[in-house]
């Protein structure tokens, strides 16, 4: 389902049906402009799919080629698993003595021996086990892995989706402020050919204007690389014409969860803190593993031989017996390896415990960040943008009536209220982005 909002084009737009059959639906293929005036792209191709937010995260999970490369590394992974505790195969050889006649004399009397023997290895008790453990967890840290993955790529989506829409709000404001500028352009203009004003007033405020629109230029090429970002992520070519829904959403607030929580809930469900327990784990059972290296392994051993090799009447005798596979001499290639898997176990824990520390500084910095941005959102909206708001319309009121503010003061109140406009757009896209941000720490939505 489509959020309810603004449509936002980025380029041109038009109607087209999705070729994959996923995705936000569209109408029929058409020529002519749509409801917003939007016509269709020169080159036949076409921005009529409507995008929301979640529409392209789920394209994200679909088609992003990191997380493809990321899902088939965690399933060949898993299939180690089988492969590591799997019971080794038999051995088979056959060995031909030959005293008296050649390979092929199959007579009775040849003295021609065939001696044929079948090997059973058998690892000591527990080491397969361990061996499928140990490649679980492991499996586990690769998942965990793509888990992380997926997290980081849709909350970069999150935030170049919202980055775009703030810089799109941003032109709607630099129009208004050059409206504002052209209304400033007429009351200067009129005030000259009445002779209450210098021509330097109209020319100071032609300037203003100029140098607005030509600051256009740098926003419009910030708007087309956002999106080429988000074609990027989602896994379409980067000149893929897009129209983003923007939902209208309030800014976000606060958690009702207190911070320690909102920490303690990280440390449960951030997929880095379960990729290092997982590592703790595969090294944890690498250890045990190491010290069953003590431990002989050995094979089961049936054998036969006969003169001649083939045939009903040949002599036949069999053997049993076990071989045994022991450790090397005075121990030192096990010891080595104990002291190799306790190693690579203390650096897991020390892994898991960076892991942690920078869980608890991740999740109060976005917190704190969010904070902060609520409150300056609050001061902007509150107390600056209607001071600046009502110092422009009585600067605008006192020039037009025989000059009663100077010109120059005039032109600082327009300033000042385009700053406070884009400040309090920026202290908005800053409280989404740190939400983002907090989300992403923690592992999941906080509420």
Not at 124 to 141: M, S, T
Not at 253 to 274: C, M, R, S, Y
Not at 425 to 436: D, E, S, T
Request: hydrophobic share 40%; proline share 5%.
């Amino acid at each position: 389902m489509l959020a309810t909002g603004r449509a936002i084009a980025t380029e041109c737009a038009a109607t087209q049906t999705s070729s994959s059959g996923a995705g936000p639906s569209v109408a029929a293929n058409s020529t002519r402009p749509d409801s917003n005036g939007n016509k269709p792209c020169a080159d036949g191709g076409h921005a009529g799919i409507t995008w929301s937010l979640a529409d392209l995260v789920d394209e994200l999970k679909r088609n992003n080629p990191q997380l493809e490369q990321a899902r088939e590394e965690y399933l060949a992974a898993k299939l180690q698993a089988p492969q590591a505790q799997a019971i080794p195969g038999p051995q088979f050889s056959l060995m031909e003595q030959a005293n008296t006649g050649g390979p092929f004399n199959f007579s009775r009397n040849s003295d021609f021996f065939a001696y044929y023997t079948l090997t059973q290895p058998v690892l000591w008790p527990g080491k397969l086990q361990l061996a499928g453990e140990i490649a679980r967890a492991q499996a586990e840290v690769v998942g965990s892995q793509r888990n992380s993955l997926e997290l980081q790529l849709v909350s970069q989506l999150k935030l170049t989706f919202y980055q775009l829409i703030a810089l799109q709000d941003q032109l709607r404001f630099m129009d208004e402020d050059l409206q504002r500028l052209e209304q400033v352009k007429a009351v200067a203009k009129v005030r000259y050919a009445n002779n209450a004003a210098a021509y330097v007033d109209f020319l100071n405020a032609q300037v203003s204007a100029s140098s607005l629109e030509n600051d256009r230029y740098a926003l419009q090429k910030q708007i087309q690389t956002t999106t080429e970002q988000i074609n990027s992520l989602i896994g379409r070519s980067t000149q893929e014409p897009m129209r983003i829904n923007d939902p209208q959403e309030d800014s976000p607030k606060l958690p009702a969860t207190a911070l320690p929580q909102l920490i303690d809930l990280a440390e449960k469900n951030n997929p880095v803190i379960a990729g290092g327990e997982s590592q703790i784990e595969a090294a944890d059972k690498s250890v045990s593993l190491a010290h069953k290296a003590y431990y002989p392994d050995f094979g089961l051993v049936l054998g036969s031989y006969s003169n001649p090799p083939v045939g009903i009447s040949s002599m036949r005798m069999y053997t049993v017996g076990v071989n045994l596979n022991l450790p090397t001499w005075f121990f030192e290639k096990e010891r080595a390896g104990v002291d190799q898997a306790k190693a690579q176990l203390d650096a897991a824990r020390a892994g898991q415990l960076s892991n942690q520390q920078q869980v608890e500084l991740n999740v109060p910095n976005a917190y704190h960040g969010l904070e902060t941005a609520i409150k300056q959102i609050g001061f902007s909206r509150e107390r600056l943008l209607p001071q600046a708001q009502m110092a422009y319309r009585l600067a605008l009121t006192a020039y037009s009536n025989n000059g009663g503010t100077a010109f120059s003061d005039l032109l600082t109140a327009q300033s000042n209220l385009r700053d406070t406009q884009l400040a309090l757009l920026q202290a908005q896209n800053a409280a989404v982005q740190a939400y983002i941000s907090l989300v992403a720490a923690i592992g999941r939505d906080p509420d």
